[in-house]
């Protein structure tokens, strides 16, 4: 179940999970190699690093350019998974950000999918990819591409929280860790109680 994340006076909804799908063809008819993912999530994290969080857009429009009155969230972090790019966006508190958090508190998957320019060539590989932000849309062109809106932030800061999430992603693959993901969550809950 999704829950939004409580800072001040305020809750902000943060999406959390694959960006961008590598080494598979996407909708579009194009195909990430995976140095191309790693060398845009260099791109945002250096950003990020230089400027503050990287802002997005609801669904993609015509240009390369961001506008103010289109951004819905701030991308907070990505990293490499694999062959993919993950990472955590939040969701603002006005304007297109609103729609997002309506949309989420609806049940809805939201999509994110890649914004930049690059070469593609006639198999659909890209080259020479220059990112510029991950928008949300509603239909995404790589197939996987809706993180979830979790809880991900209040987990990452309780040593037992860390322990979750690692079981949260293999529980679905790995029988064993299932076994241990009730305790583990139960070590998180009783430590989070402790930090209100």
Same mark, same amino acid.
């Given at each position: 179940?999704?829950?939004?994340i409580?800072?001040?006076?305020?809750k902000?909804?943060?999406?959390?999970?694959?960006? /961008?799908? =590598? !080494?598979?063809?996407?909708?579009? +008819?194009? *195909?990430?190699?995976?140095?191309?993912i790693?060398? &845009?999530?260099q791109?945002i994290n250096?950003?990020?690093?230089?400027?503050?969080? /990287?802002? =997005? !857009?609801?669904?993609?429009?015509? +240009?390369? *350019?961001?506008?103010?009155?289109?951004?819905?969230? &701030?991308i907070?972090?990505?990293?490499?998974?694999?062959?993919?790019g993950?990472?955590t966006?939040?969701?603002?508190?006005?304007?297109? +950000?609103?729609?997002?958090?309506?949309?989420?508190?609806?049940?809805?998957?939201v999509g994110?999918s890649?914004?930049?320019?690059?070469?593609?060539?006639?198999?659909?590989?890209v080259?020479?990819?220059?990112?510029?932000?991950?928008?949300?849309?509603?239909?995404?062109?790589?197939?996987?591409?809706?993180?979830?809106?979790?809880?991900?932030?209040a987990?990452?800061?309780?040593?037992?929280g860390k322990?979750?999430?690692?079981?949260?992603?293999y529980?679905?693959d790995?029988?064993?860790?299932?076994?241990?993901?009730?305790?583990?969550?139960?070590?998180?809950?009783?430590?989070?109680?402790?930090?209100?």
């Open positions: 179940m999704s829950e939004a409580k800072e001040g006076d305020q902000f909804w943060y999406l959390k999970g694959l960006f /961008i799908e =590598g !080494e598979v063809k996407n909708h579009n +008819g194009r *195909n990430y190699p995976e140095g191309e790693a060398n &845009a999530v791109q250096n950003r990020i690093k230089e400027f503050g969080p /990287i802002a =997005g !857009e609801l669904d993609h429009p015509e +240009g390369l *350019n961001i506008n103010f009155d289109r951004v819905s969230h &701030a907070t972090e990505m990293h490499m998974e694999g062959n993919n993950h990472g966006m939040r969701v603002i508190n006005a304007g297109m +950000g609103l729609i997002i958090g309506g949309c989420v508190e609806a049940g809805m998957r994110v890649s914004r930049g320019s690059g070469e593609v060539d006639g198999t659909g590989n080259s020479d990819f220059d990112i510029v932000t991950v928008d949300a849309v509603i239909n995404p062109s790589a197939p996987h591409a809706y993180p979830n809106a979790t809880l991900a932030e987990l990452d800061n309780s040593q037992h322990e979750t999430i690692h079981l949260i992603e529980v679905h790995d029988p064993v860790a299932q076994k241990y993901l009730v305790k583990a969550l139960t070590k998180f809950i009783s430590e989070f109680k402790e930090m209100k």
